[in-house]
């Protein structure tokens, strides 16, 4: 009888497993689009391609594709995707906090985030500087951030 307890439990520990590795999978992918629901997966691919064109290459070609991957989707402001890319580059020292309309965000959360509709791809300043982002649409980002573990 003991021994049939143990089988089962192993068992149930074995499918439990299974279980939990099956979610992380289905949870962050190989794509580097990790549990974004409700955004096109062809909008995710473009934005990490333009990104890896225009902010990473440039800088380091050691970096591959694969290794570019949007840890944060904010949302679509104006018609523009607000996204925050996992940390390529370490950028050792303090936190400089940068003001954005009223809002003042760190530089290195600010350096990875972007704002990309076709044709288009520039930083969050960027886009508040040439109103293509408003104050009030900052502070709703300001306030995701937040949220998000460090």
Not at 124 to 142: H, K
């Amino acid at each position: 009888m003991m021994k049939r307890i143990i089988n089962a439990g192993f068992i149930l520990t074995a499918i439990f497993c299974l279980a939990m590795f099956g979610a992380c999978a289905l949870i962050f992918n190989s794509n580097g689009e990790g549990g974004m629901t409700g955004v096109p997966r062809d909008v995710l691919l473009q934005i990490r391609q333009d990104y890896f064109n225009q902010v990473v290459r440039p800088v380091d070609d050691s970096v591959n594709f694969r290794q570019v991957r949007i840890e944060k989707h904010f949302g679509v402001f104006n018609g523009f995707h607000v996204v925050m890319f996992e940390v390529i580059f370490v950028m050792p020292g303090m936190c400089v906090f940068v003001e954005i309309g009223d809002v003042e965000i760190c530089a290195h959360e600010l350096n990875r985030i972007f704002v990309w509709k076709p044709g288009y791809l520039m930083s969050l300043e960027l886009a508040f500087e040439n109103g293509s982002l408003s104050n009030a649409d900052i502070q709703i980002i300001a306030s995701f951030m937040r949220h998000l573990p460090h």
